[in-house]
DNA sequence: CCGCATCCGATTGGATACTG
DNA sequence: CAGTATCCAATCGGATGCGG
């Protein structure tokens, strides 16, 4: 971290790299991400891609991200209903988390 | 993230961003990689400067660290027993994600 | 189509006491 | 000093069935 000042003696939701680790944290929850980041979509497009995943766990997700206020719903009007998730900017602002956590990925797998 | 090829459609433990993701997973794991990224440590001093963390989990923590490979023990001669922990190569190529996290993490608190 | 409610097994973390 | 051994409470994630 950049300095060492105030340092944290235990977790501390208030501290960033909790915040930004609480963002991600869960199963699946980079993976619907990474989907989003792709572009909108709805329920059952995000179910489909992640087919693995189950309605409750995806719910769990998006009601999460929706609650840090990474996602955005949008109802759209007709019969059957559908729904529109999408990154808000602050969702916007994960990008070059994920890409960081791809590349030291990417690094330690090379370390064996 | 980088490309899409290679889509995964589930939680894959050799997708890169699952790798450095359960390297720094955990509760107390970051800390402890924070301590370490100021410089080796025995058991006791991480423990001293995280003192609400129970022997047992920083145990856990230090030997799954050790099985990722990116901390090295080395055992003091001597009475009482005294332990080194430090960071291997490969735990210091996990600087720059926990700076992007906490850089990620201020940018969300900011939004608020 | 879009979820929510329920149940349940597995994993996790904390407290505590004890050993080499 | 540096851990290990137990036990326990809480959280998490998967399966499934129902409702708006």
Known sequence: MPTEAGRTRRPDADCPVEVALSAISGRWTTLVLRELMHGPSSFGDLAARLPEISPKVLTERLHGLR??????????????????????????????????????????????
Chains 1, 2 share one sequence.
Do not use: H, K, M
């Open 67 to 112: 609650a840090d206020g990474l996602v955005d719903r949008e109802r759209l009007t007709g019969f059957p209903v559908r729904t529109r998730y999408a990154l808000s900017p602050a969702g916007e602002a994960l990008r070059p988390l994920l890409t960081e956590l791809y590349r030291t990925g990417e690094r330690l797998q090379r370390r064996r």
